[in-house]
């Protein structure tokens, strides 16, 4: 816990992994050429589809100069095109191309193996308590769920 902050153990828990994930999270970007806020950009270009720039950074949260700088470096890397947006005159759209796809594929299959690697080592008889305590957390946690993480 942080010099200064006190919290109960069970937020303590909490705390303790949600830093392990964003270390699973930090550790499936690692071995790529992008920094994790441009893999942010690149994730929600690939679960949401092509996108205007504006949108797109109003979506991860920063301000659209931002995206037009992160944008023309995964664009000079070849992760993802640069068009016109046909809904706005002057608007740029966004969309990965196929090798930003598969960047996105191999960081994702990165986590998946590293989480499932962890889950197999939870004893067989508490995984059900295990899925339904993390079902409750998800639960619990805002309604919105934008990508605005790591994740």
Do not use: C, K
């Amino acid at each position: 816990m942080a010099v200064g902050i006190t919290a109960s153990p069970d937020v303590s828990v909490l705390v303790d992994v949600a830093r392990d994930l964003v270390g699973i999270a930090l550790r499936s970007i690692g071995p790529e050429p992008v920094s994790p806020a441009q893999f942010r950009l690149l994730l929600l270009l690939s679960e949401d589809g092509p996108m205007a720039s504006a949108a797109a950074a109003r979506a991860v949260g920063v301000a659209p100069s931002t995206v037009t700088r992160v944008t023309g470096r995964l664009a000079a890397a070849g992760l993802l095109q640069r068009g016109t947006d046909p809904s706005h005159r002057g608007g740029v759209s966004l969309s990965l191309t196929r090798e930003g796809a598969d960047l996105v594929e191999r960081v994702l299959r990165r986590r998946y193996v590293e989480l499932g690697d962890v889950f197999d080592r939870i004893d067989a008889t508490d995984r059900a308590s295990t899925l339904a305590g993390l079902d409750a957390l998800r639960a619990a946690l805002p309604a919105d769920r934008s990508i605005g993480g790591l994740w």
